[in-house]
């Protein structure tokens, strides 16, 4: 607590979904994604991802709207 640590984050903004319904869509997907929500943007902070699960967010994100 009260450390930064360095990291990347890939914001996602959509022209007509909110950030906390797309933050909670993404939470509710297979394998959850969890993000943080700063200035109506939803956060997605890369040293919290598994390479392995690139792939996956990567076809999770390409796939709009989200899957229920």
């Given at each position: 607590?009260?450390?930064?640590?360095?990291?990347?984050?890939?914001?996602?903004?959509?022209?007509?979904?909110?950030?906390?319904?797309?933050?909670?869509?993404?939470?509710?997907?297979?394998?959850?994604?969890?993000?943080?929500?700063?200035?109506?943007?939803?956060?997605?902070?890369l040293?919290?991802?598994?390479?392995?699960?690139?792939?996956?967010?990567?076809?999770?994100?390409?796939?709009?709207?989200?899957?229920?």
């Amino acid at each position: 607590p009260g450390r930064s640590l360095p990291s990347f984050a890939v914001a996602l903004e959509h022209e007509s979904i909110h950030a906390t319904e797309l933050a909670r869509s993404l939470r509710q997907q297979e394998i959850p994604v969890v993000a943080r929500l700063e200035d109506d943007r939803v956060l997605l902070d890369l040293r919290t991802v598994n390479p392995s699960d690139d792939g996956y967010l990567r076809e999770l994100l390409e796939s709009w709207p989200l899957p229920k």
